[in-house]
């Protein structure tokens, strides 16, 4: 039987800190086990794996994680959580989390709009001049 994919994410000492404010984050979330070296936890029914390794690896944005968000008012939020306290914006719905971690916060159907032939390059121009992407705008290009 396959077993799940579990994502883990190497911290230099904030495994548990970034599992806490992760689970503050996303709704149906828990942390399922704490200990000195590892954190395990479940962010809407995926799993993870927060490893104390050290200062030596850092994030890149080479890995992300994509927040599909049906609503403007649901981008505005994850925005405004990722970036405040460290985070830092990026272009093009991309955000770092004050861990370093990288997120796509992106229209549920930006892949739908960018894949459709009529549309799929003046979707592209308007989000390459974005920071947070604008649901109406994408969709009205």
């Known amino acids: 039987m396959a077993k799940p994919l579990v994502t883990c994410l190497l911290f230099d000492g904030q495994a548990e800190e970034a599992a806490k404010f992760y689970c503050t984050v996303f709704k149906n979330s828990k942390i399922t086990q704490v200990t000195p070296m590892v954190v395990t936890f479940e962010l809407n029914g995926n799993k993870f794996m927060g490893l104390n ?4 690896l850092k994030f890149d944005e080479a890995i992300s994680f994509v927040v599909s ?7 505005d939020y994850y925005w405004e959580t990722f970036t405040k306290d460290g985070g830092a914006e990026s272009m093009c719905g991309w955000v770092k989390d004050k861990f370093g971690v990288s997120w796509q916060i992106a229209p ?4 739908e709009l960018l894949s459709n032939p009529e549309k799929a390059t003046r979707v592209m121009d308007v989000v390459m001049q974005m920071k947070k ?9």
Do not use: S
Request: hydrophobic share 40%; proline share 4%; with cysteine.
């Open 133 to 141: 992407l604008d649901i109406a705008k994408i969709e009205n290009a």
């Open 53 to 56: 390794g050290g200062p030596k």
């Open 108 to 111: 549920a159907n930006i892949v």
């Open 69 to 75: 968000c049906d609503t403007q008012d649901e981008i």
